[in-house]
């Protein structure tokens, strides 16, 4: 069974910086299209960037030019990192991993900006 981690986050000031790390036990890992969403209290969950397996990457709006993913398939990790944080940022941060009709998800790691 799939296994994602996630770590990295924490609380941080407007206009700050934070990188989160997903640390995926995927036999096949380099097959995945490995992406981050988040969930901000009341919302629902969405997309905030994925890099497929061929390293193409894709942001919403909101992060483009802040928000950087990266992968590591040799050690199979998905990594976000952050900057110019801002308050609409805070959101509960997920790991995910998506091949065809397989799916999985990190527990989750808490990021909050605040001014």
């Known amino acids: 069974q799939a296994q994602l981690v996630e770590s990295g986050g924490g609380l941080v000031q407007t206009g700050g910086s934070l990188r989160l790390s997903c640390a995926a036990s995927?036999?096949?890992?380099?097959?995945?299209?490995m992406g981050w969403y988040r969930q901000a209290p009341g919302k629902q969950r969405e997309l905030v960037a994925n890099i497929n397996r061929g390293g193409i990457t894709n942001y919403v709006d909101s992060v483009k030019g802040r928000f950087t993913i990266s992968r590591d398939n040799v050690k199979k990790t998905v990594s976000l990192q952050m900057t110019s944080l801002k308050s609409e940022d805070t959101a509960v941060y997920y790991c995910?991993?998506?091949?065809?009709?397989?799916?999985?998800w990190g527990q989750g790691t808490q990021v909050t900006v605040s001014s």
């Open positions: 995910n991993a998506d091949r065809a009709f397989l799916r999985y």
């Open positions: 995927i036999s096949t890992f380099s097959t995945y299209t």
